[in-house]
């Protein structure tokens, strides 16, 4: 789909922008991991779209698990990330539907909640104004009607395509990454020792203070890769932080972030 073929990691020759900060375990030394609730994307492509309604069920409730565990897993650390969420899955009562209620769990855990989009299916650099701005919008009120009163400062375009017009203009703030972990590639097969291996090594390439670590929660590998990633950070002295956190006082609605400045 489109999110695969617009998803990519920053050429290597933009990589030498981003020392930023400091290195090294004095003072602040910030990391973070930006996760994105992405309920539509299904588990396992070789899954039909016929499903019956049991399977249904067992799937939104196996993927609430995973979120739920992610969500553990970071209050176990006592470290917190951004999720970036997809409207549609969290636009429905609590318990009824899964997105609801880990949004709300990772809000409660102290974790930050972002735009994503709502129907995950739209370009931000080509569709129309009507497309762009019911993707945003949809989403900041599904947001906002679990969580009220809940101030969004984030955004992350879907694939990491939107257009320079759209940022300049927007609202809130825009957020890249500096650091693919490329799990969604990783998913299958499922526990694989070698493919979560991968994830945790792509997220510590090169890793320095203030990137932004790019995952989708949803996935078994993923949690699996986190639990590894989390105690590698952890032991390399990083705080995982949230975006906002990460970037303090040079957040701004309106300006694209791959990183700290």
Known sequence: GMYHSMHHAPPPDRLSTWHCLHTGL????FSLISLDLDYLKKINEQIEVEQSEERKQYLLSKKEELDNNVIELLDKYNVKATFFVVGNRVDRTPGQDNGASAMVYAYENGNEIGIHGYTHQADYASCSDDIYEYEIYQTLNAIQARIPGYEVRLM???GGSISNERIVSNE?????WSI?????TLR??????????????????GIEDGDIILMHDIYNNTYEATVILLARLNE?????VTVSELLGDNLQAGVLYESAP
Do not use: S
């Open 26 to 29: 004095l003072h602040q030394p």
């Open 156 to 158: 992350r375009a879907v």
């Open 172 to 176: 809130f703030a825009v957020i890249d």
């Open 180 to 184: 693919d972990t490329l799990d969604w």
């Open 188 to 205: 299958t097969p499922a526990g694989d020792a070698e493919a979560i291996e991968k994830i945790v090594n792509n997220a510590l390439d």
């Open 236 to 240: 390399m002295g990083y705080n995982v």
